[in-house]
């Protein structure tokens, strides 16, 4: 069974930054995609960013350029830079794991098997 534990939430201010981690047990992490979404009161879970088991990367718009996806298979640890962090960030974070690889899918949390517990990030403004 594949079990996965976000880390790194918590408070920071408007324009700070922060690291997320999760940290995966079970399964062949290698071969899983990972896929980072986010939910905010009242909101449907948003897709965030994505990396494939080569490493190849894909982000949503609202966080291009500020969030980047990244993991160390060795460690089985797939990790979430945020940068440039608005009020509009704020949500609980929860890290995902699949098998799918096609590029259109990965947005869709359907494509996800296993999901973490989430992690909340408030933006202070």
């Known amino acids: 069974q594949v079990q996965l534990v976000e880390s790194g939430g918590g408070l920071v201010q408007d324009g700070g930054s922060l690291r997320l981690s999760c940290a995966a047990t079970g399964g062949t992490f290698s071969t899983f995609t990972m896929g980072w979404f986010r939910q905010s009161p009242g909101s449907e879970r948003e897709f965030v960013a994505a990396?494939?088991?080569?490493?190849?990367?894909y982000s949503a718009d609202s966080v291009k350029d500020r969030f980047y996806i990244s993991r160390d298979n060795a460690q089985k640890q797939v990790y979430l830079q945020m940068n440039s962090l608005k009020s509009a960030d704020t949500a609980v974070y929860y890290c995902?794991?699949?098998?799918?690889?096609?590029?259109?899918?990965?947005?869709?949390?359907?494509?996800?098997?296993?999901w973490g517990q989430g992690t909340q990030v408030t933006v202070s403004s």
């Open positions: 995902a794991a699949g098998f799918r690889r096609n590029a259109v899918v990965l947005p869709a949390a359907a494509a996800y098997e296993y």
């Open positions: 990396i494939s088991g080569s490493g190849r990367t």
